[in-house]
């Protein structure tokens, strides 16, 4: 199976050409566009975990390690276009077009995380493992039956292609032809559990034979591997020639969140030796370094003004007015139905509002 | 001059299809979808002929999935689509239950109304058919406890599709449940075209003043004769047909319990966490001190439905009801 789904790859670990068909596309710009949204998210997911450490957010899920999946798949969405993100996909949501605020205040507990900037289609995380596969089956069906060309994209772990919703979601998009793209970050562990005892078969996207749909796998770090082929498998659901399931090959170095200590159930040294070897970033550095896009006061003047920008987010975020109340109660249906108002009319008083 | 508006005499089943199928022909985001609904008609025949008359992309023959109809069900309700998602039977919604409770349920909560999931899930329930194993459940709790739901179950052909037309227009997700006993067991004259009957109404079937019997459902036939043959011993009932159980006609139900001070609730649903607790406490709330006796029960046992040769054994009866009358105006 891993030979009749081999891991494919544009740029090896040395930042080295592999495959050069996209050449003549990767442009000193395009580099430079990537390396900037995946250092972006990097340095954000940092300052998520150190902020989950300094208790001024909740649990935060970081996803360092994931940055070239995430960055590279979402850069291969349009406008108009679906996205269907995990609590672990807020490099992908960024670069689609949520705001930083927004993605702080998500991981501050708060419901405006939940909501898009205007005209993105970007769905709140999915919590419960695989369910979201059968919302982006769902709204890109809708594209097709409203006869338009956009697409869905859904994000989801190796853990959760164990779950029924998974096959389901597959099936359903593979049956009524949806316009969807399935990409899976195969970081090799859910929580702690590695993927040999999540399943038997040696790749995920072996998968996509049993729904007759294209399965890709490729190299998840690899930054314009993950963008190219994600763009085929939009391009291909544009067209009306059915979904596509993409197994991008990763790592987290980290936690699954912020609750947990990985060192518990894998040797952390391999994420270290990862580090130096198949980080995502540290690859494009050295690409761009061999094609001599490399400057370093760019890079420096880069990671200055992200940091600011980051600081920015987290000083909106902190600053946001506190939340009302009657967010708990005023949008459980469109009009709030005796017991719910009831309830928050005995809730007022309680606080002595009235 | 009176205006006459044509009727049609039509069963529960009949009704329910004319209520589709009105609203498929007035917006063209209403669809269905579900297990054998297309060619087949669905296993009632709920959705006969709407393939022939409004094909196949708009009444789908989905895979055998629950949770993948109502997954995706989500995914094209807030893309603009208003889909008729069919359940088999009620007792075939589990593989489903997540993603009603986790998603269609709360995404408007959760995205300050950003998101909006306005579909209608249609559910054949209750026992007394004798149908198979799990076919006969009646588990409107586990969706009345559901914060994000809206639980109606109408008992006539009227009913059945004014109700669903009004589900059909509600903003909100919508469970209506369609109790199988009353599928073909009258007829009814029923109005052509759209008409609305609101939800969370409930409708005074009897009116009476010595006691109060709140039911729905397939239970309204069972109430019905109960209160005709307490009538025979002088005893006049106000029988309520609550149709909307979230949310509950709060009204009704406190005007009614304040005239009679006295009340039986029955549903063919489990007794612990059924309706008639929640109904205690709403009376509880409202009128407390207008009742004459403590408020009976009749319910079905906190016991699996039983295979069909046991089932007359576990539905409320009429005889059971009468008892339960007796009860508490004897008090």
Known sequence: MEKLFPKMQIINENGEWNDETYRGEITEELTKELYTKMLRSRLFDRKGVNLQRQGRIGTYVPFEGQEASQIGSAMAMGEGDWM??????????????????????????????????????????????????LHATGAAWAEKLKGTDRASIVYFGDGATSEGDFHEGLNFASVFNAPVVFFNQNNGFAISVPIEKQMKSKTIAQKAVAYEMEGVRLDGNDVFAVYFHTRTAVERARKGEGPTLIEAVTWRYGAHTTADDPSKYRNQEESVNRRETTDPILRLERFMKNENMWDEKWAADLQESLTLEIEAAVKEMEEAQAPHYKDVFDHVFAENPWPIESQKEAYAHSRGDR | MT?????????????????????????????????????????????????????????????????????????????????????????????????????????????????????????????????????????????????????????????????????????????????????????????????????????????????????????????????????????????????????????????????????????????TGGLGETIMSLINDTSFLYMKAPIERVTGFDTPVPMFALEDHYLPSADRVVQAINKVTQF
């Open chain 1, 84 to 133: 269907f993100p995990t609590y672990r996909d807020h490099a992908a949501t960024m670069t689609f077009g949520h705001s930083l605020k927004t993605l702080f205040l998500y991981w501050k507990g708060r419901q405006e995380g939940c909501i898009p900037p205007k005209g993105k289609n970007i769905f709140p995380p999915a919590v419960p493992i695989a369910s979201q596969l």
């Open chain 2, 3 to 271: 205006t006459l508006v044509d009727t049609k005499k039509l069963t529960m089943v009949q009704a329910v299809t004319d209520g589709m199928r009105v609203m498929m022909k007035e917006h063209e985001n209403v669809i269905v979808l579900g297990e054998d609904v297309g060619q087949n008609g669905g296993v009632f025949r709920a959705t006969d002929g709407l393939v022939a008359e409004f094909g196949e992309n708009r009444v789908i023959d989905t895979p055998l999935a629950e949770s993948g109809i109502i997954g995706t069900s989500i995914g094209l309700a807030m893309n603009g689509f208003k889909p008729i998602a069919e359940m088999q039977f009620l007792g075939f919604i589990y593989p489903a239950f997540n993603q009603i409770m986790t998603h269609a349920s709360r995404i408007r909560a959760r995205t300050l109304g950003h998101f909006t999931v306005p579909m209608v899930i249609r559910a054949p329930f209750g026992a007394g058919v004798r149908a198979p194993e799990i076919h006969s459940d009646s588990v409107e709790a586990l969706f009345t406890g559901m914060p994000g739901m809206k639980v109606v179950v109408p008992s006539n052909p009227y009913d059945a599709k004014g109700m669903l037309v009004s589900a059909i227009e509600d903003p909100d997700p919508v469970l209506f449940l369609e109790p199988m006993r009353c599928y073909r067991s009258t007829k009814m004259d029923v109005p052509e075209g759209k008409y609305n009957v609101p939800l969370g109404k409930a409708a005074r079937l009897q009116e009476g003043s010595d006691v109060t019997i709140f039911a729905y459902g397939a239970m309204i036939e069972v109430v019905m004769k109960a209160a005709k043959s307490a009538e025979e011993k002088g005893i006049k009932c106000d029988v309520i047909d609550l149709r909307s159980l979230y949310p509950l006609d709060k009204e009704m139900i406190a005007e009614s319990v304040q005239k009679t001070g006295r009340a039986v609730i029955v549903h063919e649903a489990p007794g």
